[in-house]
């Protein structure tokens, strides 16, 4: 992610990357990125209903690329199943899954893909 402005009088072929910890608080605390994780929850929301594992492999094809491993597929359902604790109401799953995907988007390999 850059978050680095570019000089706007010098012409460069490519922009140094920084990583700060702004960037970090802005993936946790920034309402744009929650909006962004609650609208990709929403696409999550059929397949969490049929079964959570499904939902977080999903998840992992579309933000990652890739498949989950068993290890992440078994973490992110006992995370998913624990945060919904902590909501009350019928939106408690899917707030949940907003949780998790923000989550993945604040990964490294969200930023940096091979």
């Known amino acids: 992610m850059q978050l680095d402005w570019p000089d706007t009088l010098a012409g460069l072929g490519e922009r140094p990357v920084t990583t700060v910890a702004p960037q970090a608080l802005l993936m946790l605390n920034g309402p744009h990125v929650r909006a962004n994780a609650e609208a990709f929850a929403g696409r999550l929301k ?8 499904t939902a977080v492999t999903r998840a992992y094809r579309l933000a990652l690329g890739r498949d989950p491993t068993a290890g992440e597929v078994e973490a992110s359902t006992a995370f998913v199943r624990q945060q919904s604790r902590t909501y009350e109401g019928e939106n408690a799953r899917t707030l949940a899954l907003a949780d998790f995907c923000q989550t993945l988007f604040s990964l490294n390999e969200f930023f940096f893909s091979p």
């Open 46 to 53: 059929e397949a969490a209903e049929q079964a959570l594992d």
